[in-house]
């Protein structure tokens, strides 16, 4: 998920401040102890059964407040807490970004769903000190086929990325994977956020971008690092602009945007998705 992605390079800085709050990575890539990836799975596994089960019910007419107290429940009957609720202030425990909204949409009982929309819903848990964090794109009802292509387009670029993590391996192969199978499809890879480190904190380093540049550090992957891969797509234009409620996100000529996320461990011949939902 991307709730406030981490601070790009500082040559990227100030396109960051324009168009969405960011944080600072605090700490070095961190490789976790088989100890701490078995908290981890727990924490990706209720993101992911959270996940499943809002891809199942979410349907027209609902709105997103009542998807937003839905994944907050559940999340605690299952012993977590919601990693994003408080969050630098964010005021819920999903971002519910519908059709051109990008990140970080606010859930509330005025939004309702309806058919047709593009509905991205992103959600972490925190459990026992560990974060997992995922995001979904549901087609809900009847969505026209180009909605349905660039989140079908934007799914298989999140796994052309991770075909490519394996210790030895760089961000730059999993960026140019990713990049690669969006452009093919005529599609905008966001630049303005990207994937990160997770463990202890929600985001840590390395920042995991989706596109080749030479602006931000290509590290190569060790096993136990942990990430959250999450593509964004746009159906035109890259550009990106924040809300005056200064939390939501949408594309500035107002087309579809798409994202899927998981959140992996590095192994030595290439990954584990922890978030898997199993569909």
Known sequence: MNLFADLLASTSEARATATGPRIQQRRGVEIKSSRELAIMRKASHIVATVLREIMEMAEPGQTTADLDVYAERRIREMGATPSFKGYHGFPAS???????????????????????????????????????????????????????????????????????????????????????????????VVEDYTGHGVG??????????NFRTDDLPNITLRSGMTLAVEPILNAGSKACRTLKDRWTVVTQDGSLSAQWEHTIVVTSDGCDILTDRGD
Do not use: W
């Not at 087609?139 to 180009?146: F, L, M, Q, R, T």
């Not at 202890?200 to 971008?209: I, T």
């Open 200 to 209: 202890r904190n929600l985001h840590e380093e390395p920042s995991v971008f």
């Open 94 to 188: 999903i971002c519910a970004s519908i059709n051109n909204e990008v990140v970080h949409g606010i859930p509330g009982p005025k939004r309702v769903i309806k058919s047709g929309d593009l509905l991205k819903v992103d959600t972490g848990a925190y459990y026992e000190g560990y974060h997992g964090d995922s995001c979904i794109t549901i087609c809900v009802g009847e969505v026209p086929e180009s909605g349905q292509k660039l989140s079908r387009v934007a799914q298989e670029s999140l796994m052309a990325g991770l075909s490519k993590i394996r210790a030895g391996n760089t961000l730059l192969d999993i960026a140019g994977a990713v990049e690669d199978h969006v452009k093919a499809h005529g599609y905008s």
